[in-house]
């Protein structure tokens, strides 16, 4: 057999090498119905499950045996065309023709050698996807979503051993059916379920509000996946698709404009679906990155849309899961627009011998195009719930869901309302507080004895007497009691106070506080505090760890301290607080302990001791802060807009005797910056000065942290190599920056990226004008994630820095650092 006859000299050879042997040929041309070359079309012969490919000018030309064959003959944007031919004993010329009119079609496997077609396709639906991002200016659409957990015990030996153990024991013989339902509730128990009725709105290009009208939880919703849809649009005709919450970085789509750098295409399938001709497109990563997916896109012929995917995500940039799959499937609504109407998303995490299996799915209905929403009614508030949303009874429910539940769910349900009817009813509440309340001698000596009121929601801690025992850097071993309030309302409201008195071996002084906080306005983040007492105060509570071991550190106060914080209109907070200390220095106590082993210094700080009445403004603006509101508070998503800050810090003079007088002044700028799939940026800029100076004292002084030996410090707020605790009086400047490269530089080293590792990049500087200095550094380094559970991540990173001042030549030292992922915002601390 002869493919691709592209010179005469070929094919006449071929010709005459095919008539001295057995074999014979068909040859000729492919042409559409106005007899005009189809190039490179497909000719499969069914027979034989071979075929060859045209070439530019729709001729070709195949040897094969006598006898009869049904040819398919196919190409990108016509309907495939089947005939039969019949091969005799001498060549045949016969010219095929394929058109654009409806022809029957099952499933026909392409197995061609040239350029796959799939190229063509993606090509096309590129090129169509404008029409279809501006195809729909608004709408609105309502959503039933469901999203479930299961946890399964990977190693069934281990499964066995905590079935036993949790199993009576006993004279009498087990009874099956009361085992059996044991484990039965206790793989139920397992079993975590969400269920939610929304209405989506949407106005182009970005704008989405979500209602979200029933709200329904069974366990933990801590490894669920939820969308919202401000964060997670899942358009996969946008070049790069948003995953925030579940990836570092965005993926390239399939249909991004350069998509053809990213990912290889081949054309598995062409499938005939009721009146809609559809290629099954297989999509390959070119190399193994964490920007891209694998899996399959289903166009349509003729109008080059999206009819639906299959997608796995790479798991190097995911974030708490091991696996993540997309599912989505669109359906035509009228002659030319498709819209998605059911989404799903398949995930797994893996922890020890567990493995978590999530599957969240969403179903759309209702769909209402260029739908006309009222003035200013998209905004910053991109999503709202409120009470009632939490009040849908199990009528509802079974109306409401356009999909049957599967048997485990019908079953987790059930389980789970019989367990709600049990704990809400005061006669379990009664035998659960008592149960609770009941003091062991566990609890007194390890553990610290509460109590707890279930109606009220508050909380009684007191400490174990191992609790009893407290450690100081001045003077060592202290021993006294403290004790904590804690109570929570229904509305969100939180009450919390608490206090300790102790009382040190050395010096026999008694020390202690007392204080009260309450959030009274949850949705504005509105909050209280008040405390007083008598303590060692650390000068520089932000200085390097060994600095905070040194009781030059350190001075005794008497204080009191309020504090007050909210959010005077979205995104604009205001925090004001006033503090009165009589300062005094701790010369005369005997400050050492065993630190002085390891730290050589036992001289405290002498001054006068006088008093201080301060005051401190801090506002922080963040425009365009996009938030969600639920009953009683707000959810921040977050701005692509910077936060503006400013503080102002203030020591009064003869007010409540007193003795201080300055005024200090900061403004600044931070900002979290995600840049596709080069990865995420951080930056924080920030600069100041005393503008009064009457009467400054030493512990007030503007100051700088100290580098740790080893340890990397937060680069957002700190540098790693300033050997000495710095002070500023007049103007400063301070600024600082790093970027994740979230695995875009190491996706090219195929070796060095089996080890997990990604790549981190940053740079500080510095100045001081009162001592002329400056300093600037630059950091390079690597990190890796471990599992520290299902859902709790440490980061750890070893860097190199180079840095220099003006009164220093350049050095560089190598840093090791600790990050553990905060589990509500979803985020690293830098």
Not at 364 to 384: H, I, L, M, T
Not at 410 to 436: G, P, Q
Not at 634 to 647: A, I, W
Not at 787 to 802: D, F, S, W
Request: proline share 4%; charged share 25%.
């Amino acid at each position: 057999m002869c493919e691709h006859p592209k010179r005469l000299v070929c094919f006449c050879l071929l010709v005459s090498a095919a008539a001295s042997g057995h074999c014979q040929s068909i040859s000729g041309r492919i042409v559409d119905e106005n007899k005009k070359p189809v190039p490179f079309a497909n000719i499969l012969i069914q027979e034989t499950s071979s075929g060859a490919s045209a070439d530019d000018q729709g001729r070709y030309y195949i040897s094969i045996d006598p006898g009869i064959y049904n040819f398919v003959i196919s190409s990108v944007g016509y309907q495939a065309t089947r005939e039969q031919i019949i091969i005799k004993d001498k060549p045949l010329v016969h010219d095929f023709q394929i058109s654009s009119s409806a022809v029957e079609l099952d499933q026909i496997e392409i197995r061609v050698r040239r350029r796959d077609p799939a190229y063509e396709i993606i090509q096309n639906a590129i090129e169509r996807k404008d029409d279809y991002l501006s195809q729909v200016q608004s709408s609105r659409t309502r959503i039933y979503l469901r999203a479930s957990e299961t946890v399964d015990i990977r190693d069934r030996k281990q499964a066995d051993e905590e079935e036993s153990e949790a199993s009576p024991t006993g004279e009498l013989p087990p009874d099956p059916f009361e085992e059996a339902r044991k484990k039965e509730e206790a793989r139920l128990a397992k079993i975590n379920l969400v269920e939610m009725q929304l209405v989506l709105n949407y106005q182009s290009p970005d704008h989405f509000k979500e209602e979200r009208t029933a709200f329904k939880s069974y366990g933990s919703q801590a490894g669920l996946f939820i969308p919202v849809f401000h964060q997670t649009d899942f358009n996969f005709y946008h070049n790069l698709v948003d995953l925030k919450g579940i990836s570092d970085i965005p993926m390239i789509s399939p249909l991004s404009r350069l998509s053809i750098l990213s990912y290889r295409f081949k054309l598995e399938q062409i499938l005939k679906e009721g009146n809609e001709t559809v290629y099954k497109i297989r999509v390959t990563p070119r190399k193994s990155g964490d920007a891209t997916a694998k899996g399959f896109v289903f166009i349509n012929d003729s109008t080059w849309n999206i009819n639906r995917l299959e997608l796995n995500l790479h798991k190097g940039g995911l974030k708490f899961y091991d696996d993540f799959t997309i599912l989505q499937s669109y359906k035509k609504v009228d002659e030319s627009l498709w819209i998605p109407y059911r989404q799903e998303f398949n995930y797994e995490t893996k922890s020890g011998k567990k493995l978590f299996r999530g599957n969240t799915v969403l179903i759309y209905s209702d769909f209402e195009k260029n739908y006309a929403f009222p003035p200013r009614f998209f905004g910053n508030e991109v999503s709202v719930i409120t009470s009632e949303a939490y009040k849908r009874d199990s009528t509802y429910w079974n109306r409401a869901r356009p999909e049957p539940l599967e048997g485990d769910q019908k079953k987790v349900i059930a389980y789970r309302d019989s367990l709600e009817a049990v704990r809400t009813s005061v006669k379990y509440l009664d035998s659960l507080e008592a149960a609770f309340n009941r003091v062991t001698f566990g609890e007194v000596l390890y553990h610290g004895v509460g109590f707890r009121s279930e109606a009220k929601k508050s909380y009684i801690h007191l400490p174990p007497l191992t609790g009893l025992i407290d450690f100081s850097v001045v003077g060592g071993w202290r021993v006294g009691p403290y004790a904590r309030y804690f109570r929570r309302f229904d509305n969100e409201r939180i009450i919390s106070t608490g206090g300790a008195l102790r009382m040190g071996f050395k010096n026999e002084d008694v020390q202690g506080n007392a204080n009260i906080w309450t959030r009274y306005d949850p949705f504005r983040q509105g909050e209280v505090a008040f405390k007083f007492g008598r303590e060692f105060s650390s000068i520089n509570s932000f200085d390097a760890y060994l600095n905070q071991l040194r009781i030059s550190n350190y001075i005794m106060r008497d204080y009191w301290d309020f504090f007050h914080r909210i959010e005077l209109f979205n995104g604009f907070y205001v925090s004001a607080g006033v503090g009165f200390s009589n300062r005094k220095s701790i010369e005369g106590y005997d400050a050492t302990s065993i630190i002085n082993e390891v730290i050589d210094e036992v001289e405290p700080i002498k001054f006068e001791g006088y008093q201080a009445l301060i005051s401190n403004l801090r506002l922080a603006y963040t425009p365009m802060q996009k938030y969600m509101r639920e009953p009683y508070r707000k959810v921040v998503l977050g701005s692509k807009f910077p936060t503006l800050l400013f503080n102002h810090k203030k020591g009064w003079n003869n007010i409540l005797d007193s003795d201080i007088d300055f005024d200090y002044v900061d403004v600044g700028i931070e900002q979290s910056l995600l840049l596709g799939t080069l990865g995420n940026s951080r930056y924080t800029f920030v600069g100041g000065k005393f503008i009064n100076t009457k009467d400054l004292r030493y512990v007030d002084l503007k100051r700088f942290r100290q580098s740790d030996p080893y340890l990397y410090s937060d680069p957002m707020h700190s540098f790693q190599l300033l050997d000495t605790a710095l002070v500023a009086r007049d103007w400063f400047l301070e600024g600082h920056y790093i970027h994740h490269f979230n695995g875009a530089m190491i996706n090219n080293l195929p070796l060095i990226k089996k080890l997990k590792i990604r790549t981190v990049a940053g740079a500080g500087f510095m100045y001081i004008k009162e001592s002329n200095f400056s300093h600037q550094e630059i950091f390079g380094g690597t990190e890796r994630i471990f599992k520290l559970g299902a859902r709790r991540r440490l980061k750890i990173g070893i860097y190199g820095i180079l840095g220099q001042s003006n009164t220093n030549a350049p050095k560089t030292d190598w840093k090791i650092s600790f990050d553990i992922i905060d589990t509500w915002k979803r985020d690293w601390s830098y």
